[in-house]
């Protein structure tokens, strides 16, 4: 590609409507500094100084796609608790529609709390329930979905699994069927209980360890020729576009009918890996809707993947230094 193609590709995002249908989440933080051992139990004592709640699981993807450009249609389930009000304003906050979200009595708001000091995460809490949603629930959610499509031009959806409850095989039967019968390419990034559910879709971003789960097999992330077996035996026992494994370190695999090649990860001052799988996914959906090929998809989703790594916790990826480096890679 060259500059002016990449320039042209990262321009056209800004007229893609995504829909991201997954678990949505409250990423909240207390950062502090911990100078004692309470005397209660052998543990540390952390004086908060600062707490945040941010966009976290799907949210967390269409906060990424946002930031290119695109503009996200997240459907997904909230509880009806003092958390959905939270969850709620932060959406208003970044200018993301809260028309697809659905309150429901059935179920809390997923929150993750994680606990720093000095830079460095102590503990992590996590308040759920990851019990399968309601049928009149995902019936809910099926025809807000449906209703999008009819209603807005959809350039790609993104399944965001992070097995919370949401998306069952009937639900990914179903919007299969609908985007198929729409045009509308599919990319996933899959959890270990629907893994195996995912059939007929462009794009599957497994990383090793859901690759690992949801196939059940034992295989090293260096081992490369074993990964490439398993992903060609997954590819045709799902009928899978194209496969993208994100190999942490090692970088990402990429299989695809013309492509079949490793992208070495970037050296990069990893601060934290949160998130980062939420914008490869991303990145990688609107790549695919912008009609770049397999390679070039991988090698901007593993950029994206890095560059997020450098912040500490889950933020979108920054658009123009992605474009910048891109050019500095592809052109």
Not at 247 to 270: N, Q
Request: some cysteine; proline content about 3%.
């Amino acid at each position: 590609m060259t500059a002016a193609d990449i320039e042209n590709a990262f321009k056209s995002f800004d007229n893609f409507n995504i829909i991201v249908v997954g678990d949505v989440m409250i990423d909240s933080y207390m950062w502090g500094k911990v100078d004692r051992i309470s005397p209660e139990a052998p543990v540390p004592i952390l004086s908060v100084h600062k707490k945040e709640n941010r966009l976290g699981g799907a949210a967390n993807v269409a906060l990424n796609v946002q930031s290119l450009g695109a503009n996200p249609i997240i459907h997904a389930i909230i509880g009806d608790d003092d958390k959905a009000e939270i969850y709620l304003n932060l959406m208003n906050e970044r200018g993301l529609s809260t028309d697809g979200i659905l309150v429901s009595k059935n179920r809390p708001t997923t929150v993750k709390t994680r606990i720093l000091s000095g830079g460095n995460q102590m503990l992590r809490v996590d308040e759920e329930t990851v019990k399968p949603i309601s049928s009149e629930d995902e019936k809910s959610i099926l025809n807000s979905i449906q209703t999008s499509i009819e209603n807005t031009k959809i350039d790609a959806i993104i399944f965001e699994d992070y097995d919370k409850g949401l998306i069952s095989k009937s639900l990914i039967e179903a919007v299969v069927s609908l985007a198929k019968s729409n045009d509308i390419p599919i990319a996933v990034d899959p959890k270990k209980n629907n893994f195996s559910d995912y059939s007929n879709v462009d794009l599957f971003k497994p990383n090793l360890k859901e690759l690992k789960e949801g196939l059940k097999v034992d295989v090293d992330g260096s081992d490369i020729d074993v990964i490439k077996e398993v992903v060609v035996k997954l590819m045709e026992s799902q009928n899978l576009g194209t496969i993208l494994v994100t190999l942490s370190e090692l970088g990402v695999y990429i299989k695809s009918d013309d492509t079949d090649e490793i992208v070495p990860a970037h050296i990069r001052d990893i601060n934290d890996v949160s998130g980062a799988g939420d914008t490869v996914i991303g990145v990688a959906a609107l790549c695919m809707a912008a009609g770049m090929s397999s390679l070039e998809l991988a090698s901007i989703s593993n950029l994206a993947g890095g560059l997020v790594c450098e912040k500490v916790g889950v933020v979108p990826i920054d658009k123009i230094q992605l474009l910048k480096e891109t050019i500095s890679l592809l052109a």
